[in-house]
């Protein structure tokens, strides 16, 4: 595996498990069984002293050997590999410094020994950002389901070209904000055009489905072209962005294809409504071609 190591995909994503979100984004889902998997070590180091299988050799009397150049080398190149992400790529610290060693097993006390050498205060701040990110993305599912039940109703009674102009209206302002997926919009919809149709839920429906389309193509136009064009303007948010590293630049080469590519429509289609458009606006590409590569998504329109 050492040509793995040679990569800059690895080297990246190396660089990412070391990094202060990342680790914060770690804690923050982790942090819920984070007191189940110590009473586990706890009860799995309790048995192994049980059964006579726990190691309590002195450090300070069995200091370690030294080994010859080649095999320290080797040692420490399988220690890299197999442990790159392990404990996000913390060096292992020495028995004599693992303060859990006699309380939990080996292998957990060797992490919570490297989760010193974190600097603490950028993860916790990271955490209390993600947390957030977490809490409003919770929040927004029920929140705007109530809201678009309210929008229903008040539009009860009114014309249904207003109703057109109303779903128009609303549901470019619910794709401005970044964490307001499509498929609500979409349903919400489908639910009050298809219902107050004058002609028929069929031709409501094919109105509907219609009407979704130009919408969310206009609201890709205005992410990509009002937000991430001017976004693109700054260089802290190229950045931030990381547009300079491989796997930003390996998304820039599918979507710079022209014409309608899998990997492409994947992307433009698949990915999320707000960050696609906005970082396909910051890399520059043809507003166009992202547009045509999004044409697909009335495939999932229609249903």
């Known amino acids: 595996h050492l040509w793995l190591r040679d990569l800059p995909l690895w080297a990246s994503a190396v660089n990412v498990s070391r990094s202060s979100w990342c680790r914060g984004l770690v804690l923050t889902v982790a942090f819920p069984i984070f007191p189940l998997v110590l009473g586990l070590s706890a009860v799995n180091q309790l048995v192994r002293k049980c059964r006579g299988l726990a190691d309590f050799s002195n450090p300070e009397v069995d200091a370690p050997q030294e080994e010859p150049q080649g095999a320290a080398s080797r040692t420490e190149t399988a220690g890299s590999m197999e442990g790159g992400f392990r404990a996000f790529a913390?060096?292992?610290t020495p028995k004599a410094h693992r303060p859990s060693s006699k309380i939990l097993t080996e292998r957990v006390g060797i992490a919570l020994a490297g989760l010193q050498d974190w600097e603490w205060l950028s993860v916790v701040r990271w955490l209390y950002v993600w947390s957030w990110v977490v809490f409003i993305w919770k929040l927004v599912a029920p929140l705007l389901n109530v809201m678009l039940a309210w929008m229903s109703a008040l539009m009860g009674d009114q014309n249904f070209i207003v109703i057109l102009a109303f779903t128009f209206a609303a549901g470019m302002v619910l794709f401005m904000i970044p964490p307001v997926p499509g498929p609500p919009i979409y349903l919400f919809g489908g639910f009050v055009i298809s219902g107050k149709c004058p002609f028929g839920f069929w031709w409501g429906s094919i109105i509907c489905i219609i009407l979704?389309?130009?919408?969310?193509l206009t609201a890709c136009a205005v992410q990509q072209s009002l937000i991430g064009a001017r976004?693109?303007?700054?260089?802290?948010?190229?950045?931030?962005?990381?547009?300079?590293?491989?796997?930003?630049?390996?998304?820039?080469?599918?979507?710079?294809?022209?014409?309608?590519?899998?990997?492409?429509?994947?992307?433009l289609c698949g990915g999320p409504d707000w960050p696609t458009?906005?970082?396909?606006?910051?890399l520059r590409l043809s507003l166009v071609q992202c547009l045509l590569g999004t044409c697909p998504i009335i495939v999932n329109l229609i249903p």
């Open 277 to 282: 458009s906005v970082m396909a606006g910051i």
């Open 231 to 267: 976004l693109g303007d700054w260089k802290s948010v190229r950045q931030m962005c990381g547009v300079h590293k491989p796997f930003v630049r390996a998304i820039e080469s599918v979507l710079r294809r022209p014409g309608l590519s899998f990997g492409k429509c994947v992307i």
């Open 90 to 92: 913390v060096p292992e």
């Open 212 to 216: 979704c389309f130009v919408l969310k």
